[in-house]
């Protein structure tokens, strides 16, 4: 088919006559909006991993964790990093509740497991609730991002009809 242009019409004649042939129709926002609704989902539904994996750490050392006194090697009070020595072994923690009267070479209780050693608890501290509260809150946030993008599905659907 040879495609006419006719001056007089101007350039609506011509975008009119090539929409005809084309198939492309630019995404609804609808359609982006639920996209969007499940990448944040599926997200969120992701993120829970790591701190499942560091709630159930975390657990096992506050449950089955012994105190055992480790000695300090270096602080820095500003962010609360201290670097200690354990069985010689070196390790590194970032304690919330530094007591500012710590200096290099006293020596600190933590709560450790064997196995787990990476994570180190002071004495008093409960990862129980902060770390579940983070679960239960990506749970949620996710959980609505679902319904919102089936409620969007429903709205287009009973649109359509």
Known sequence: MILRINKSLGP?????????????SPPKTNQIMKLLLIICSILGFCAIVP????????????SKGTLV?????????????????LNGSIYEKNLVDMPPSLNVGDTLTLRYLNGHEDYFLSPHE????????????????????????????????????
């Open 12 to 24: 609506r004649f011509i975008f009119a006559k090539f929409a005809k042939f084309t198939t492309f």
């Open 126 to 161: 409960n990862p129980i609730y902060p770390d579940m509260i983070l679960i239960v809150m990506f749970l949620m946030l996710s959980f609505a991002a679902l319904y919102q993008a089936k409620k969007l599905t429903s709205n287009q659907k009973s649109l359509l009809k």
């Open 69 to 85: 006194s480790v000695r300090v090697i270096s602080t820095n009070n500003t962010t609360g990093d201290m670097r200690f020595k």
């Open 51 to 62: 701190f499942g994996i560091k709630f159930s750490n975390d657990y096992q050392v506050y």
